[in-house]
């Protein structure tokens, strides 16, 4: 399945590591996580982004897990999309010549990432991996901490020069920024993904969707909050609303400690409790602690309520 501009929309999950005390990937874990989020009803699942500890997986894990969501999608007739992004742009490239036959709807690439780029050798870049990858279309992704910033000229000189760009994954912008997107008709050539707990806002100045952190709390209720973007907008807005005083609660102190995003992202799941994961992230990263679970959960619980299902009071409550 490959997505265009167009098509390449909505709320896409995250591929998460569980890990076991040694920092090897727990296979039986990671399958059985891999295959919910197949058949969850998230537009897609990815591997090898932020939340999946990207920066961290040696070159055969990456392959492993890589093979693992294409054998799960495949099977649930799920769409799929790849992380191949490395400090070494080489290394990008060998990870895509070796998952190819995997068939994903697009790759995730970021830009090398040790030193800033030049706006040229960022579409010297863009240019030859897509040439690596075609037909498969690419998906930059830009996060707020990357050593080159996207601005909306860049990425319309990118568009301009690599048809077969469809994506982008920014932190968003201001009205202007929006703007800008819009004066240069990126929008028109480009699907822009915002970050999940942002995505109703998101949605209403033209993002088409999120590779969504919220989806790491609740697959499920991630996508119910996308449909009442449409349905409701303004209780869309109010969950965002109250989403972000949750966050403001729970996760921005933790990230105000030094605790990484990765570590975040699996505290979230474990808030859902959809998945075994853990909290446990890879050396020399710090895990989020056991003791922000409880009151995290019960407060989202109470506090969100769209985002997770209504169940039988015998059972434990679980997050898709």
Not at 169 to 182: F, H, I, Q, S
């Amino acid at each position: 399945m490959t997505l265009t501009a167009a098509t390449l929309q909505g709320v896409w999950g995250p591929v998460l590591l569980p890990l076991r005390a040694d920092d090897d990937i727990d296979l039986t874990r990671l399958e059985a996580q891999i295959r919910t989020l197949a058949a969850s009803p998230l537009h897609g699942v990815y591997a090898h982004g932020t939340a999946g500890e990207l920066h961290l997986l040696l070159d055969d894990e990456a392959d492993r897990v890589s093979r693992m969501l294409a054998t799960a999608c495949a099977e649930a007739g799920k769409p799929f999309q790849l992380g191949a992004s490395h400090p070494v742009p080489q290394v990008t490239l060998e990870r895509i010549a070796r998952t190819r036959d995997l068939g994903p709807a697009a790759y995730q690439i970021a830009l090398p990432d040790w030193l800033p780029l030049t706006d040229d050798e960022c579409v010297a870049f863009v240019t030859r991996v897509a040439a690596a990858a075609a037909p498969i279309p690419l998906v930059l992704y830009n996060p707020g901490a990357a050593t080159t910033t996207l601005t909306p000229q860049l990425l319309g000189r990118l568009l301009d020069e690599t048809p077969s760009l469809i994506g982008v994954k920014v932190p968003g912008g201001d009205d202007a920024w929006w703007d800008e997107l819009r004066t240069l008709a990126v929008l028109e050539r480009c699907a822009v993904f915002v970050p999940g707990h942002r995505l109703a806002s998101g949605l209403a100045r033209g993002a088409a969707g999120s590779y969504s952190n919220i989806a790491g709390l609740s697959p499920a209720g991630a996508v119910r909050w996308y449909d009442l973007m449409t349905a409701d907008p303004a209780l869309a807005g109010d969950l965002e609303r109250r989403i972000d005083e949750w966050f403001t609660r729970h996760i921005v102190p933790l990230q105000a400690t030094g605790v990484s995003d990765p570590a975040l992202d699996k505290l979230l799941a474990a808030v859902g409790g959809w998945a075994d994961i853990g909290l446990r992230v890879r050396w020399p990263y710090r895990s989020a602690p056991d003791s922000a679970v409880a009151a995290a959960r019960d407060d989202a619980r109470s506090q969100l309520p769209e985002l997770f299902p209504a169940l039988p009071a015998d059972t434990t409550p679980m997050g898709a």
